[in-house]
């Protein structure tokens, strides 16, 4: 018989944004008594897991699972000051639950790549003249290592899949996050990426997050130093220094705008990438921020790219339902949600109907 994991009590209280106190204020029960369940001192009846998925939305099973949730690496904090413990805690929460799926979503689907995302370790490898590996060289590298053309990257999001990476859209519920990403042994890399950040902000965001794991899960280093490292790898890894310094000759906002219509990243972006190369003066950078802020464009630019969306989830919940004939509420048992979170999470209409005599038409609630 299944036994109550008391790990999952917690993950479910998180990811619905709820304290202790509040869940048992809302369930009627001592805090006490839910204490000792969530710590994994006492085992709960029967009536109380039912009562408990009642209140938390989840169905009891969700409770019995294998496994345990996983923390996230400092670095990936450090700006995030602004955000309280309570919803930092929730966005973890469901990044936990996306890879709990993404695990039993594997056992049939089948994952293929002949490339990988490397980790490296800067005290073993060595550039020109022996000298410890820069940030310039490791992209350098990696563009090499996985045979990328001059010039701009078409799609971020494909190139982090078709290298053994997924891709996870997730609605934290703030822009105060735009990404996170996971190294897990066993499993592909995952990148949590925020479906509200701008397409051009997300370009970075998923370079700076392969940054992280291509330096940071080996060698590890001060938390503002590794965000200063993950930062100008995604410079160099999107906008090589030997293409763009040409480029960058004339720098105003018109340049960077005919600029960021072909790199496909931020004026900001190439503004830091020209700081960084020294090819701008102290005066053109504040110069340049303060015309950003003048126009608004510090919060949202014009003129995004094409926003870049992932498949390989996508394509995983597909198979479970077009090829291995699976109904969206087996779906759904399978991944322990009810319904509604089933939806919200992965749309299983944008994957096509499956068998139509197996799956009752589905029911929005209009508000």
């Known amino acids: 018989m299944p036994k109550f994991n008391h790990h999952m009590l917690t993950l479910a209280r998180?990811?619905?944004?709820?304290?202790?106190?509040?869940?048992?204020?809302?369930?009627?029960?001592?805090?006490?008594?839910?204490?000792?369940?969530?710590?994994?001192?006492?085992e709960p009846?029967?009536?109380?897991?039912?009562?408990?998925?009642?209140?938390?939305?989840?169905?009891?099973?969700f409770f019995f699972q294998d496994g345990r949730p996983y923390g996230f690496p400092p670095f990936h904090y450090r700006k995030r000051k602004k955000l309280s413990s309570k919803v930092l805690g929730r966005i973890v929460?469901?990044?936990?639950?996306?890879?709990?799926?993404?695990?039993?979503?594997?056992?049939?689907?089948?994952?293929?790549?002949?490339?990988?995302?490397?980790?490296?370790?800067?005290?073993?490898?060595?550039?020109?003249?022996n000298a410890r590996l820069n940030t310039e060289d490791v992209a350098r590298?990696?563009?090499?290592?996985?045979?990328?053309?001059?010039?701009?990257i078409d799609n971020m999001v494909d190139l982090i899949e078709e290298h053994g990476g997924i891709v996870v859209p997730c609605d934290f519920g703030t822009d105060l996050i735009d990404a996170m990403s996971q190294r897990i042994d066993g499993m592909p890399v995952l990148f949590f990426v925020n479906v509200n950040a701008p397409a051009d902000r997300l370009r970075h965001t998923l370079a700076?997050?392969?940054?992280?794991?291509?330096?940071?899960?080996?060698?590890?280093?001060?938390?503002?130093e590794m965000e200063q490292e993950a930062d100008a790898f995604a410079g160099a890894f999107l906008v090589p220094a030997d293409e763009i310094r040409t480029q960058l000759r004339r720098f105003d906002l018109r340049q960077l705008a005919n600029l960021k219509t072909y790199w496909k990243v931020s004026m900001a972006a190439l503004a830091v990438r020209a700081d960084r190369l020294n090819l701008i003066t102290p005066y053109q950078k504040k110069h340049f921020w303060i015309e950003m802020g003048k126009l608004g464009y510090r919060k949202r630019e014009p003129n995004e790219p094409p926003k870049e969306?992932?498949?390989?989830?996508?394509?995983m919940v597909a198979f479970h339902?077009?090829?291995?004939?699976?109904?969206?509420?087996?779906?759904?048992?399978?991944?322990?949600?009810?319904?509604r979170d089933f939806q919200q999470m992965y749309d299983p209409s944008a994957t096509g109907p499956s068998s139509p005599e197996r799956n009752a038409p589905l029911l929005r609630l209009v508000k």
Request: hydrophobic share 40%.
């Open 93 to 129: 929460a469901e990044m936990n639950i996306r890879r709990m799926h993404i695990l039993k979503l594997s056992l049939s689907f089948p994952l293929q790549s002949n490339a990988f995302i490397p980790e490296i370790d800067r005290d073993d490898y060595r550039g020109r003249g």
């Open 208 to 224: 700076h997050e392969l940054g992280h794991m291509v330096l940071h899960t080996i060698t590890f280093a001060d938390d503002d």
């Open 141 to 152: 590298q990696i563009r090499e290592m996985w045979m990328l053309p001059s010039g701009p």
């Open 321 to 339: 339902i077009k090829k291995l004939g699976y109904s969206i509420q087996e779906m759904a048992d399978m991944l322990h949600l009810n319904m």
């Open 45 to 61: 009846t029967e009536e109380f897991v039912s009562d408990l998925g009642g209140a938390l939305g989840y169905p009891a099973s």
């Open 14 to 42: 998180d990811s619905r944004g709820l304290t202790q106190a509040e869940l048992s204020e809302r369930m009627s029960v001592a805090q006490g008594t839910l204490s000792k369940y969530e710590t994994g001192f006492s």
């Open 309 to 315: 969306k992932a498949k390989l989830l996508r394509h």
